[in-house]
T-cell receptor
């Protein structure tokens, strides 16, 4: 079967750094995506990894290890507006996205 | 229009009724998708279309149908709604299945 695992909820402090992990087992791998979803809104694209290593985009970075079936999203200099759910999705051998249930990130002042 | 629009924003529907959720995009994207999102579960693909005139089944297609007569529109029809179809429905598009997907604002559907 196909499976994407993420922590259900995390709490962090404004200005700090947080790492959200994602592990996956899928039929084939054609890239991994991270999306942000604020409550009551649509998911929006954050990052994409297809090769091993770190991709940096401003305050957000995403890491991939294909051999370990593992990725993380790193958020630096946390702001209150970063309170949201973060969704990990893997594109499988059929080029369809398999989604994790998401990690709800709570930022405290 | 800019991006993807969905209608209605929300709907309460009696079980057994037929309902069509509308989705329109103005980005000239080839691929379009319908997902449902339920609490505690990831987004689940219902149907997709890689290009106008073609459609395919996703992970949870039963009870739903789609059509793709042109590039811009991708309606989702529930032929006879059941309470288990209560969910938030998102339409998405991408310029190809290889690229990131852009999402519409969603339709919150309640079936009683």
């Amino acid at each position: 079967g196909q499976n994407i695992d993420q922590p259900t909820e995390m709490t962090a402090t404004e200005g700090a750094i947080v790492q959200i992990n994602c592990t996956y087992q899928t039929s084939g791998f054609n890239g991994l995506f991270w999306y942000q979803q604020h409550a009551g809104e649509a998911p929006t694209f954050l990052s994409y990894n297809v090769l091993d290593g770190l991709e940096e985009k401003g305050r957000f970075s995403s890491f991939l290890s294909r051999s370990k079936g593992y990725s993380y999203l790193l958020l630096k200099e946390l702001q209150m507006k970063d309170s949201a759910s973060y969704l990990c999705a893997v594109r499988d051998s059929n080029y369809q996205l398999i989604w994790g249930a998401g990690t709800k990130l709570i930022i405290k002042p | 229009i800019a991006g993807i629009t969905q209608a209605p924003t929300s709907q309460i529907l009696a079980a057994g009724r037929r309902m069509t959720l509308r989705c329109t995009q103005d980005m000239r994207h080839n691929a379009m998708y319908w997902y449902r999102q339920d609490l505690g579960l990831g987004l689940r693909l219902i149907h997709y279309s890689n290009t106008a005139g073609t459609t395919g089944k996703g992970e949870v297609p039963d009870g739903y149908s789609v059509s793709r007569a042109n590039t811009d529109d991708f309606p989702l029809t529930l032929a006879s709604a059941v309470p288990s179809q209560t969910s938030v429905y998102f339409c998405a598009s991408s310029d190809s299945p290889h690229n990131e997907q852009f999402f519409g604002p969603g339709t919150r559907l309640t079936v009683l």
